[in-house]
Each structure stands twice: as structure tokens, then as C-alpha cells.
């Protein structure tokens, strides 16, 4: 939801976002809408959802492992995190889930196959675990499924 009280809804059977204003029961689609695919312009699976104070929406693309950034009124997104094919280095994601950005526009992910959790900074070609990434499990530097 954004300050305006718009809710953004994911859906991942047709591979889109779309934003619903108050009143409206039909909701327009501000990322994805083109089919599933790896294109710019294009989701496959998205789940997670955050908006920013500039009303740019970040999704997580869970199939394609990356997180796309689509700027109000854009046409097609910007890969801000992963993109680089499925695989636990530091330019890739698998299976990315939960997102937050916070307002100097470093990008947090939970990286779920991975299980950890990952800072992107604005701009950066790859991100550092600043959580788990020991593999799953109980101990204090392991988590057992992020989200």
C-alpha cells in the first residue's frame, strides 16, 4: 500500500502487478501484464511487492531470480538485484521473495533458496549477505527458510 492508500497486488498466474486506487474494482497493471517471460517488460511468478515514496514498484521475480524496479509510468523495469541466472553468488538470487528498500534506495532481499538475506545498494552490480547464507538450519548464523 502507498501513502495514498493505492494496494498493489501481485499475481502471479498472469504475471503481473496491479494497483488498486480506492473505489476501483478493476485496478490497472503498473508492471508486467505482457506474458511470462525474462524480457524487461515481462514477470514470471511475482510475488512480493514494495512501493516507494516515488511510487516506483519493486517486485520480486521469482522465476526469472531477480528483483525488478519499474519506475511510475514505465513501460518495462530495471534488474536491481540477481538477473544472473539462478545460483547463490553475489550477483545472483534463487527464488527471491520478501523485498524492502529503504530511502536511500538499497534494496533488501530474502533470498529464499539460498536462505539468506541480501543488500543491494542503489546501483551495485552485486549485493552482500548481511544474513544466514551458511546453508539451512538451526544455528545462530543459519536460517531455515526466509521469506
Known amino acids: 500500500m502507498d501513502e495514498n492508500g493505492s494496494l498493489y497486488i501481485t499475481d502471479d498466474r498472469k504475471d503481473e502487478v496491479r494497483r488498486y486506487r480506492r473505489g476501483e ?7 508486467g501484464g505482457n506474458g511470462s517471460g525474462n524480457r524487461l517488460d515481462q514477470l514470471s511468478g511475482p510475488t512480493y511487492v514494495f512501493v516507494d515514496r516515488d511510487h516506483s514498484v ?12 519499474w519506475v511510475e509510468g514505465a513501460k518495462q523495469g530495471i534488474v ?8 547463490n553468488g553475489l550477483t545472483q538470487l534463487s527464488c527471491p521473495q520478501g523485498v524492502v ?18 543488500r543491494w545498494p542503489k546501483g551495485a552490480t552485486q549485493g552482500s549477505v548481511i544474513v544466514g547464507g551458511n546453508g539451512r538450519g538451526e544455528q545462530s548464523n543459519q536460517l531455515n527458510g526466509s521469506f
Open 25 to 31: 474494482s478493476q485496478g490497472t497493471v503498473v508492471t
Open 58 to 69: 519493486y517486485v520480486s521475480d521469482v522465476v526469472n531470480h531477480r528483483l525488478m524496479k
Open 80 to 87: 536491481v538485484a540477481g538477473g544472473q541466472e539462478e545460483g
Open 101 to 118: 528498500v529503504d530511502q536511500l534506495g538499497t534494496v533488501y532481499v530474502a533470498d529464499s533458496r539460498n536462505a539468506r538475506i541480501m
